[in-house]
C-alpha cells in the first residue's frame, strides 16, 4: 500500500534539514522524501496542513511500574522514595497498577514516544505485568527476585545502584547475559560510576553527580548515555554535567525516569534540557539538534532497535504536527513550542509486528 504525506515540513536525516515537500511510504516503509508538491498517482494522499515531519521520540529510561503514585513521597528524599523499601512500591502494590502502566503507555503514544526502555522491578511477575499492557516497541530490563535468570524473560539486566548486590551475586547474575542488554543508574545521588563501569555496562543513566575522573572513564570508553535531567530536578539530586556530556564523543540518549517523579513526556524533556543548558552554561549556540538527536533516533540505536532517521529505506516512524505557520525554525517549533495536543498524527510500525 502507496500512502503520501503532502504539503509537509519534513525533518529530514540525522541533521534534521527541513524539507519543504512530501514523504512517500510504501507497505510502512518510507519510499521517497521529496521537495514541492507531490505529483505522482494511484496513492493514498494526506495532506499535512504544513505541518512538521520529524522522527518519534525513544524514551530511553523510564519506570512505568510507579505510575499509579504520581508525585508519591513528593518531598521525601531519593532514598525514601525509590529504595528498596521507598514508597514507591506503594505505587507498585496499588489495585490499579496495571491500568495506570497502560495509562502511561497510551500518553507517552500521544505525545510522540513509540519506543521505550524500562528498568522493570518485581522480578519475573513484574515484567510480565508490564508485558501484558505494552503497545509499542520497547527494550525491558528486568531486575530479579531471589534466583530468578531475568535474562529468559526479558531483554536484559536494568540494575539499580551498583551496591544493591554483592561482587558475587553480580558476576553469577551476568553469567547468562549472552547478546542481551546490561545497563546501570550511576551517579544518580552519589558518585559511584566507577564501580558501575566494573560490570562493563551497554549503556549508563544518568551521571547527575559524576565527578571528573568518573566522566572520563565514560567518555574514554564511549559508553552510551542516557540522561533524565528533570528527573534529577524533581528528586533534588543535582544536575548532570550537559556541557561536558553533549560535548564527549559518547552517544547520548534521553528519558523520563520514575512516572511517580517525573510525567513521561518527552516534549517536556527537550524542552527543559535545551534551556538548562543554554542557561547553565550561558551558551546561546548550543544547538538544539544536539537534544532532539538525542531524544529520537539516538535512543533507537542505544536500544538496538530500528532506525527511525527519516530516510529512505527506513520504516516510517514519526510525528506529524499541526502548522506552525510563524515557526522560523522548525526544530525549535518542535523542542520549545508545541505540546502533545499539536502532535495530529502518529505514524509507526504496527506492534506487536
Ligand atoms: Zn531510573
Request: net charge negative.
Given at each position: 500500500m502507496r500512502c503520501v504525506f503532502d504539503n509537509a515540513t519534513v525533518l529530514y536525516g540525522e541533521g534534521f534539514v527541513a524539507v519543504q515537500g512530501y514523504v512517500v511510504i510504501e507497505d510502512g516503509v518510507i519510499n521517497e522524501v521529496g521537495t514541492g508538491g507531490y505529483s505522482g498517482r494511484g496513492a493514498d494522499i494526506v495532506?499535512?496542513?504544513g505541518g512538521i515531519i520529524a522522527p518519534c521520540f525513544t524514551?530511553?529510561?523510564?519506570?512505568?511500574?510507579?505510575?499509579?503514585?504520581?508525585?508519591?513521597?513528593?518531598?521525601?528524599?531519593i532514598g525514601e522514595r525509590?529504595?528498596?523499601?521507598?514508597?514507591?512500591y506503594e505505587a507498585h502494590n496499588h489495585p490499579d497498577a496495571v491500568d495506570a502502566i497502560a495509562a502511561s503507555l497510551d500518553l507517552m503514544r500521544q505525545g510522540g514516544t513509540t519506543a521505550f526502555c524500562d528498568f522493570r522491578e518485581g522480578g519475573v511477575e513484574g515484567i510480565g505485568l508490564l508485558k501484558s499492557v505494552q503497545n509499542m516497541p520497547g527494550r525491558i530490563l528486568g531486575r530479579p527476585l531471589d534466583?530468578?535468570?531475568?535474562f529468559n524473560y526479558c531483554d536484559g539486566l536494568g540494575i539499580s545502584?551498583?551496591?544493591?548486590?554483592?561482587g558475587e551475586k553480580l558476576e553469577k547474575m551476568l553469567?547468562?547475559?549472552?547478546?542481551k542488554l546490561v545497563a546501570i543508574h550511576a551517579g544518580?545521588?552519589?558518585?559511584d560510576v566507577l564501580d558501575a563501569m566494573k560490570i562493563d555496562p551497554d549503556f549508563v543513566v544518568h551521571?547527575?553527580?559524576?565527578?571528573p575522573q568518573s566522566l572520563r572513564e565514560v567518555f574514554e570508553r564511549k559508553i552510551p548515555i542516557v540522561l533524565c535531567p528533570r528527573a534529577n530536578a524533581s528528586f533534588g539530586v543535582g544536575l548532570p554535567d550537559l556541557k561536558a556530556i553533549f560535548e564527549s564523543d559518547c552517544l547520548i540518549g534521553l528519558g523520563t525516569d520514575n512516572v511517580m517523579a517525573n510525567p513521561p513526556n518527552m516534549l517536556r524533556e527537550i524542552e527543559f534540557t535545551w534551556k538548562l543548558y543554554r542557561g547553565l552554561y550561558k551558551?546561546?549556540?548550543?544547538?538544539a539538534r544536539m537534544v532532539l538527536r538525542a531524544a529520537t533516533v539516538n535512543g533507537r540505536r542505544i536500544l538496538g532497535l530500528p532506525d527511525n532517521t527519516i530516510?529512505?529505506?527506513?520504516?516510517?516512524d514519526f510525528i506529524v504536527t499541526k502548522?506552525?505557520?510563524?515557526?522560523?525554525d522548525p526544530v525549535l517549533a518542535l523542542v520549545?513550542?508545541?505540546?502533545?495536543?499539536?502532535?495530529k498524527e502518529v505514524v509507526s510500525p504496527p506492534y506487536p509486528s
Amino acid at each position: 500500500m502507496r500512502c503520501v504525506f503532502d504539503n509537509a515540513t519534513v525533518l529530514y536525516g540525522e541533521g534534521f534539514v527541513a524539507v519543504q515537500g512530501y514523504v512517500v511510504i510504501e507497505d510502512g516503509v518510507i519510499n521517497e522524501v521529496g521537495t514541492g508538491g507531490y505529483s505522482g498517482r494511484g496513492a493514498d494522499i494526506v495532506d499535512a496542513g504544513g505541518g512538521i515531519i520529524a522522527p518519534c521520540f525513544t524514551n530511553s529510561h523510564v519506570h512505568l511500574g510507579d505510575s499509579a503514585g504520581a508525585d508519591l513521597g513528593a518531598y521525601l528524599s531519593i532514598g525514601e522514595r525509590v529504595a528498596k523499601s521507598g514508597v514507591k512500591y506503594e505505587a507498585h502494590n496499588h489495585p490499579d497498577a496495571v491500568d495506570a502502566i497502560a495509562a502511561s503507555l497510551d500518553l507517552m503514544r500521544q505525545g510522540g514516544t513509540t519506543a521505550f526502555c524500562d528498568f522493570r522491578e518485581g522480578g519475573v511477575e513484574g515484567i510480565g505485568l508490564l508485558k501484558s499492557v505494552q503497545n509499542m516497541p520497547g527494550r525491558i530490563l528486568g531486575r530479579p527476585l531471589d534466583d530468578e535468570d531475568i535474562f529468559n524473560y526479558c531483554d536484559g539486566l536494568g540494575i539499580s545502584t551498583i551496591k544493591e548486590y554483592s561482587g558475587e551475586k553480580l558476576e553469577k547474575m551476568l553469567e547468562n547475559r549472552g547478546g542481551k542488554l546490561v545497563a546501570i543508574h550511576a551517579g544518580e545521588a552519589r558518585d559511584d560510576v566507577l564501580d558501575a563501569m566494573k560490570i562493563d555496562p551497554d549503556f549508563v543513566v544518568h551521571l547527575t553527580n559524576a565527578g571528573p575522573q568518573s566522566l572520563r572513564e565514560v567518555f574514554e570508553r564511549k559508553i552510551p548515555i542516557v540522561l533524565c535531567p528533570r528527573a534529577n530536578a524533581s528528586f533534588g539530586v543535582g544536575l548532570p554535567d550537559l556541557k561536558a556530556i553533549f560535548e564527549s564523543d559518547c552517544l547520548i540518549g534521553l528519558g523520563t525516569d520514575n512516572v511517580m517523579a517525573n510525567p513521561p513526556n518527552m516534549l517536556r524533556e527537550i524542552e527543559f534540557t535545551w534551556k538548562l543548558y543554554r542557561g547553565l552554561y550561558k551558551d546561546p549556540g548550543f544547538d538544539a539538534r544536539m537534544v532532539l538527536r538525542a531524544a529520537t533516533v539516538n535512543g533507537r540505536r542505544i536500544l538496538g532497535l530500528p532506525d527511525n532517521t527519516i530516510k529512505e529505506g527506513n520504516q516510517a516512524d514519526f510525528i506529524v504536527t499541526k502548522p506552525m505557520e510563524y515557526a522560523v525554525d522548525p526544530v525549535l517549533a518542535l523542542v520549545h513550542r508545541i505540546g502533545p495536543s499539536d502532535i495530529k498524527e502518529v505514524v509507526s510500525p504496527p506492534y506487536p509486528s
